[in-house]
């Protein structure tokens, strides 16, 4: 690292300063908060990133003012975690005020049980209620995506996120926004000070860089690094394969890599954009491809997982894939020898293979935003409808002639092979076809030439077939309204 | 104007039974507060352990070299069936088909095989991959099929039950259908995972904290693996973040590892497996194949009923054979059947030991049933719920009250029940509008669907049907209550609580409920069979009726009055015309001395049971319940959606309508998961792959029903002197998840027009769905 690289990590833990250089890259937040701070209250339930037990908020600075994001603790590495304010469960309630609302209507509507989910739900209300996004009880349900509970069916739960909503933040009772200005300084402070951060503990090293060029540096000096923006993948290696990542270089906070940036041609995307700020600009260029968003994890997830670590890591399954791949985007991959700018689907080669050279990293995401002309949709089958990994994702762009003629049609499906991959087949039988029922259908038996699906605990190859197919058809009911 | 009533002298206490009282410890989970065993500060020198398992799911052990494991970092000791002082054994029922440790055979992927004892977590979880032991495989079989196939032997005798002559009212009966129905398994998912904290004392003293429903049984176990009485032995458990039958047997294992080591290296020991390692090496519900014949008349009347339930068990015994039985017990559901013949067949396979979940095997039976129905009902094109109520069991002196176990149903309450769910949800009505609908085609069709539950309350083993509770009533007039049951989330200790304050008629701020603790309240079965407060709030009752009794005597003599005219008024006592406040009685009991602590005791009156004979009563009472679900499917993909669900539900006298109405929301939904996204799937090697939430999906909040109403029944009072004429509530709301089975089934029935019966295995995931929509399509 440079001789100017600090050593250590500086973050607020609910109201207190932390500065901490004996860190590990694959040191988790959860073990941090539990085993070294004996903050208990957040739990473990899976260490995967599923059950939400330990959901705390990170406090991100932004425009002068801080956002409040919930994420899984246990899969949240804790050299990401400089130049923020990680808020726990045990910072809500408040000596004077007694319980929060959101925990005082918990408890008047019966919301917990056995209790042991209860403070990770207690922080995912909470971060809906501070957000203010609990308007509705579809917004509720979206908030709890990345909360298990066991014991009591939801009902009560959402009756408390209700009661919770009459009571609007206010300093009075709340300790985040009656500290907000404060935090939002300390906050500026720490990441004016920024310079690259180099953590050695154990042997094992973390690489902080703060800009394009410090991160090029470091890869060009360790070209075969562990690349860290969200951690929701590489996480799960730590805590589940328990392997070893160092050296590891973390991205995840780069402003560099969080930038969205619109052509009249094209949207680039930063690879280190989260799900969830993703939302809003695919609103913009087809509601589908929003919807998708929510059907990625649970809100922990979307606020700390990345396209370009959707991306970068290669699953047949990643769910952007297949609709990016169908909106024909491009992966820019960025390494000292220079930018290489390639469709998505060739960075796939093969299952667990990849185009990404050593020392690369992928820098952006880049969509045509021509899909104004087009009929586009995206749909993801999967056993439980939220916070689950596809069966089968399909995408599909079509454009139509006016007299009904297919001029172009693009698709590709996740879950169908070894990487997401175009269904060339289909796209081939319906080009140059009129668009019908009759057309899409037997187009879609194509599909039967373009992927050979396997079974696996997700789905059987026949379902994975026969749902693939019958995609086609959905994707035709909606292009001509029906349901 | 009156002016408000004094604070000491209300009118009523808080929190006495009945009220709709919030958990005892609400406070406390939303702050994070409450204490699990891992959020216990620990001793200073705790080590932690970690498993190391079989990688084959049958095969014999022909080397292991664990060297590699005690040479890592942090490792203190690495423990072995060699290092087991005692018994290298857990099964629950003396069969000792349970090793701790496996010796020279494993029989399922998973097996535990040895344990790491480290300096952390991570060190000994780091440790136990580095072992390497070697395999000659052995044949072996995951499956009910796999086990039918290679003639698997039987973990436990099976059981018959019959009555009539089954096989001549199945060749009379006017009409006549056999078929089979597959019924999948279900992890617990308890969010907190089993652990357990073991702590050496003296001479041979080990106090383990345990997350389990059963602290005697993992006291005993405890006492056995060390090899030392059980009075050197204390086993507590505050509280468990779910179990649901998956902490009765299965806690005990990671309690003896943390003992063990405990006692070998002097140092406290905690054990808390990943969620990984948990599911696969502790026991599911039991899937089970059920294949019938059955007989009916052209209304639909059942004649006669033969079926054998093959049951996956795993390797060993453990409670497949309890578990089978009340499979058998409930393949009634609410139906009579006039001649009957059910078998069990407990099969080993070569996969996690099965265990208790929620009802116990009941609820396979329960959806037999239902099956049965549903082949009526669509051979006859005929309602489901018609026939459903033509099949139900009378209500005394029509000679349709004998279950297939010769018990006599004495307080069948379903017509009523079943009427006013029908009722009150327009299940009619809006039945007519889904079948108009349906009729025009369509890519998205509905389903819906009226199911009954009928659960019999007791352990089936008589001797479990006993409990005890301690009071202490301290000198400042705090009552202290300790008793045999766990907390597990159900809200048995505000329940208990409850009785308690009753009893006593004070506030239940008054009332503290202590840490299950097998040093206060010995022997006791396991928080099981929806038992808990039935039992417990009597024994606590009991201990609390033993000190008012002595009260009352003593005030009596003290202050020269009848004891007739000493009244428990709320936190105060009327002697005479003495008006004196709780606490003050307390304090001249206590200088009179009069005993202020007692220990109640309680046992389940009328039950028994012979297993070889097949009759008895095994069962106290019933519970009932109905619910009636409406349900959308996407016949392209299979995919569905809960609109709404209507429950009823009896819970006698509810002791606490809160905690109840919580209890079937919770039940309901967990069934539902069971029967809808809840998949085990073991991969062609015989390992689990659904081993954690990222595959194994249980419901979220965005799967429960849409709308979803929820009723205590009125006017049911336990016509048995159960405490406060409550009925239990734990597992019979589970079993109402069917009716979102049944209205899946009729939603994709219509494809066909209801001429063929759907015939849906469960779960009935999106695949099962729409592969049962092919096949209808195909017909």
Redesign the interface.
């Known amino acids: 690292m440079t001789a100017m690289s600090a050593d250590k990590i500086q973050f607020i833990l609910n109201n207190e300063e932390v500065e901490l250089a004996d860190i590990r890259p694959h040191d988790t937040l959860l073990d941090f908060l ?1 085993l070294r701070r ?11 990133g ?2 939400g ?1 330990c959901t705390v908020l990170v406090g991100k600075r932004t425009h002068g003012g801080v956002r409040y994001e919930s994420v899984n603790a246990c899969i949240r590495l804790m050299p990401s975690l400089h130049g923020v304010h990680i808020v ?3 910072h ?2 408040s000596e004077t005020h007694g ?1 929060h609302p959101v ?2 209507a ?3 509507q ?10 990770g739900i ?1 922080m995912s209300l909470y971060d809906a209620w501070i957000n203010q996004t609990t308007d509705d009880l579809a917004d ?3 908030a ?2 990345g ?12 009756k408390a996120a209700k009661s919770a909503a009459e009571h609007r933040p206010c300093a009075k009772t709340d300790a985040i926004i009656r500290d907000q200005s404060k935090i939002a300084d300390r906050l500026e402070q720490i990441h004016a000070a920024r310079s690259a951060i180099h953590l050695a503990a154990d042997g094992a090293n973390s690489l902080i860089p703060g800009t394009v060029a410090e991160l090029l540096e470091i890869l060009h000096r360790e070209p075969e690094a562990t690349l860290i923006a969200g951690g929701t993948d590489v996480g799960l290696w730590v ?2 394969q ?1 392997h070893a990542i160092s050296p590891a270089v973390f991205i995840g906070h780069m402003d560099a890599l969080r930038q969205i940036e619109t052509t009249d041609a094209e949207i680039s995307i930063g690879a280190a954009v989260t799900f969830a700020d993703l939302k809003t600009p695919f609103a913009a260029l087809a509601p589908s491809l929003a919807a998708l968003i929510d059907r990625i994890g649970g809100p922990q997830v979307r606020h700390m997982g990345t396209i370009g670590g959707n991306i970068g890591n290669g699953s047949p399954i990643g769910d952007l894939a297949p609709a990016l791949i169908t909106l024909d985007a491009r992966v820019e991959l960025l390494s000292a020898a220079g930018a290489r700018l390639m469709p998505l689907e060739d960075y796939f080669i093969a299952y667990g293979r990849q185009d990404r050279r050593p020392g690369e990293f992928i820098r952006s995401i880049r969509l045509p935003r021509s899909l104004q002309s087009r009929h586009f949709a995206v749909y993801k ?1 999967s ?7 596809s ?1 089968v994702c399909a995408a599909f762009a079509l454009t139509l002639d006016p007299d009904g003629t297919v001029t172009r049609f693009r698709s590709a499906y996740g879950g169908m092979a070894g990487t997401p991959k175009r269904a060339s087949g289909l796209e081939a039988a319906l080009t140059g076809a009129v668009w019908s029922r009759e057309t899409a259908q037997a187009a879609a038996q194509m599909l039967d030439h373009d992927f050979q699906p396997l079974s ?5 190859a ?2 994975r077939r ?2 693939a197919k ?2 086609v ?2 994707f035709y ?1 909606d292009t001509v309204g ?2 | 104007m009156s002016s408000p009533p004094a604070p000491d002298a209300k009118t009523e206490i808080t929190g006495a039974m009945h009220d709709a009282l ?2 005892d ?12 065993i ?2 216990l ?1 620990e001793p200073s020198g705790t080590l932690h352990a970690a498993l190391g398992g079989s990688t084959r799911a049958h095969a014999r052990i022909t080397s292991m070299d664990l060297s590699a494991v005690r040479a890592s970092p942090g490792v203190v000791r690495v423990l072995t069936a060699a290092d087991i002082i005692g018994l290298n054994d857990t099964s629950s029922n003396g069969s000792r088909d349970e090793p701790i440790f496996a010796t020279d055979l494993v029989q399922f992927h998973g097996q535990p095989i040895f344990a790491v004892i480290a300096a952390t977590r991570d060190g000994a ?2 440790a136990a ?1 580095l072992a390497d032991i070697r395999y000659e495989d052995l044949p072996f079989w995951t499956t009910i099929d796999g086990a039918l196939d290679n003639g698997a032997p039987e973990v436990v005798a099976p059981m018959t039950l019959q009555r009539g002559d089954a096989a001549s009212a199945l060749e009379a009966a006017p009409r006549h259908i056999s078929g089979q129905m597959r019924i999948g398994g279900q992890e ?6 089993q652990i357990a904290l073991a702590i050496p004392g003296e001479d041979q003293d080990m106090t383990v904290w345990s997350s389990t429903q059963h602290p005697s049984e993992v006291q005993h176990m405890v006492a056995h693996v060390l090899d030392c009485a059980s009075h050197c032995i204390t086993v507590s458990t505050r ?6 039958g998956g902490k009765e047997t299965q806690a005990a294992a990671f309690a003896c590892i943390a003992a063990l080591g405990a006692r070998l290296t002097g140092r406290p020991v905690k054990f808390r497996p ?3 390692e948990d599911m696969a090496s502790t026991g599911k519900r039991h899937d089970f194949r059920v294949d019938y014949q059955i007989g009916f008349d052209d209304e639909g009347r059942i004649l006669g009923v033969e079926a054998n339930f093959a049951a996956r068990c795993g390797y060993s015994s453990d409670l497949s054979g309890p578990v089978t039985d009340r499979a058998l017990f409930h393949a009634d559901s609410s139906y009579f059947y006039p001649h009957v013949r059910l078998t069990s067949q407990p099969l080993k396979t070569h996969t996690v030991s099965n265990t208790a979940f929620r009802g116990f095997g009941a609820p396979q039976g329960m959806l037999a049933a239902e099956r049965f129905i549903e082949e009526i009902a669509y051979a006859l094109g005929k309602d489901p719920l018609a026939v459903r109520k033509l099949n139900f069991y009378g209500q005394g002196g029509d000679g349709r009250t004998l279950t297939p176990y010769h018990q006599e149903v004495e307080d069948n309450v379903i017509h009523q029940i079943v009427e006013q769910l029908e009722q009150d949800c327009d299940y009619q009505g809006r039945r007519q509008a889904i079948l108009v609908q349906n009729a025009k085609g ?3 069709r509905r389903g819906i669907a009226l199911t009954p539950v009928k659960f019999g309350v007791s352990f089936t083993l008589t001797a479990y049907n006993q409990a005890g509770a301690l009071i202490h009533i301290y000198q400042d007039g705090s009552v202290q209550l300790n008793h045999g049951g766990t907390e ?4 048995l200790h505000t329940k208990v609580a409850q009785v308690a304050a009753s009893a006593f008629n004070i506030d239940i701020a008054q009332v503290r409920v202590t840490a299950t603790s097998t040093d206060k309240v010995p022997n006791t079965s396991a928080t099981a069979a929806s038992s808990g407060s039935d039992l417990n709030g009597m024994a606590a009752f009991d201990a609390a009726r033993q000190i008012r009794d002595r009260l009352i005597a003593f005030a009596a003599l003290n202050w020269s009055v009848p004891a007739g005219e000493v009244e428990f008024l709320p936190n105060r006592v009327r002697i005479g015309t003495t008006i004196v406040p709780f606490a003050a009685l307390i304090q001249a009991a206590y200088r009179a001395r009069v005993q202020l602590s007692a220990a109640g005791f309680y046992k389940t009156p009328k039950i028994h049971w012979d297993r070889k004979t097949g009759r008895g009563r095994p069962f106290y009472y019933f519970a009932y319940g109905a619910a009636c679900s409406e349900v959308s499917i996407d016949t ?4 569905y ?1 809960v609109e709404r669900t209507d429950i009823l539900h009896d819970v006698g006298k509810s002791l606490n309508p ?2 109840d ?2 209890q079937i ?6 069934g539902m998961g069971w029967l809808t ?1 809840e ?1 085990l ?1 073991w ?1 062609p090697s015989g390992r689990l ?2 081993h ?4 194994y ?8 029903p849409k709308v ?1 109403n ?1 009723c205590l029944a009125s006017g049911c009072a336990n016509r048995e002197p159960t405490i406060g004429r409550s009925k239990a509530v734990g597992e019979p709301p589970f079993m109402l998840a069917s009716s979102v089975l049944e209205a899946l089934s009729m939603a994709v029935a219509s494809v066909a027009h209801y001429r063929t019966p759907p015939r849906l295995d469960t779960p009935a ?3 099962r769905i ?2 049962a929509i ?1 096949r209808l399509k195909g017909r």
Request: charged letters at 30%; hydrophobic letters at 30%; proline letters at 2%.
């Open positions: 539990r004996g903050l208990t209250g957040t739990k473990e339930g899976c260490a995967e599923d059950c037990a726990t469960v045990e809500l309630a319980l925990q005082k918990m408890v008047d019966h919301g917990s049980q056995c209790g042991f989910c209860t403070p207690v509720t349900e979206t709890l995506q909360n298990l509970c066991r014991c009591t069916g939801y009902e009560a739960i959402i805590t589940k328990m089958v056993k439980r409808r939220d916070e689950d990994i069966a696996d605990w997700r789905a059987s026949e379902y026969l749902t019958n995609l058809t959905r009911l029906e349901a | 919030r958990h410890s609400a406070h406390k989970h939303v702050t994070g507060a409450a204490d699990y891992d959020d500060r979880r780091r991959r617990h998912f308890y969010l907190e995972g509280r468990m973040g779910g179990a649901f990943d969620r990984d369509g890519v998205i597990m989330g159900q809200g392209l993909t299979g995919e959606r809160a905690i109405i919580g929301e919770g039940g309901f939904v967990q996204t998949e799937w991969d792959r659904t954690a939430p990222s595959t999906k249980i419901p979220l909040a965005s799967d429960r979803f929820v995931t999106p695949e729409l592969l092919e």
